[in-house]
């Protein structure tokens, strides 16, 4: 049982608009901030979004992240193929003197 | 461009202790502005972190596995490891370094910004 929530499975076809989201709590999400990790099938995940909405360079601008209250939000515009993947949000969590929370992962299917 | 790179056996058996080396290239180990960490994905599951080491040696560790973990850091070799002792089978995992962006004066972890390629280590008799 993953400390932040989100969909186990998310879908859409090429173009459209997709949002993943991720549910916490106080001391993670509502506290701190939250990043988003892309990881393709059989490859280490990758930084997708970090600082609730700051893309690394070299990151589409397909790719949007958000952030209200103890909740955040992936979305992805223009979707491709390529975007087939799994999902992971992460935030710091202050209980139990600090450390790192994932979110389950969404598997995200690209029809 | 910096790269990491894990290495270690790939079997370990039940009880005894699982031990792996991160070697960091095309960067330094002692860059004042990053910790370095261990992140754990059991086979067809989600993320887990392990912990963090500073290259003067402070760490910081997952509440749950805390008792069982020690990181450490060479700085000579520009490498850092992970030590797991007393492995069961739910330790069967890949097994990720990878450079962690912090904030020095809290040791709050931002992100993950740099990964290795993931080793795979199975706790088996």
């Known amino acids: 049982q993953s400390v932040l929530t989100q969909p186990p499975s998310a879908s859409g076809t090429p173009g459209q608009r997709v949002t993943i989201s991720c549910s916490g709590s106080?001391?993670?999400?509502?506290?701190?901030?939250v990043n988003w990790y892309q990881q393709l099938p059989g490859t280490a995940p990758k930084l997708l979004i970090y600082s609730n909405n700051q893309r690394p360079s070299g990151v589409p601008d397909r790719f949007s992240g958000s952030k209200s209250g103890t909740s955040a939000s992936l979305a992805i515009s223009g979707l491709q193929s390529e975007d087939e993947a799994d999902y992971y949000c992460a935030a710091w969590d202050d209980s139990l003197n600090g450390h790192v929370v994932f979110g389950g992962g969404t598997k995200l299917t690209v029809l | 461009q910096l790269q990491l790179q894990e290495s270690g056996p790939g079997l370990v058996k039940p009880s005894e202790t699982l031990s792996l080396t991160c070697t960091v290239s095309?960067?330094?180990?002692?860059?004042?502005?990053?910790?370095w960490g261990w992140i754990r994905q059991p086979p067809g599951k989600g993320l887990e972190w392990i912990g963090s080491?500073?290259?003067?040696?402070?760490?910081y560790y997952n509440p749950s596995l805390k008792s069982r973990v020690t990181i450490s850091v060479d700085t000579s070799k520009n490498q850092f490891s992970l030590k797991l002792s007393s492995v069961t089978a739910a330790d069967t995992a890949v097994y990720y370094c990878a450079r962690v962006d912090v904030d020095l004066d809290t040791a709050m972890v931002r992100s993950f910004d740099y990964w290795g390629q993931g080793t795979l280590v199975t706790v088996s008799s």
């Open positions: 095309g960067g330094s180990i002692s860059s004042s502005s990053y910790y």
């Open positions: 080491i500073y290259y003067s040696g402070s760490t």
């Open positions: 106080s001391s993670n999400i509502g506290s701190n901030t």
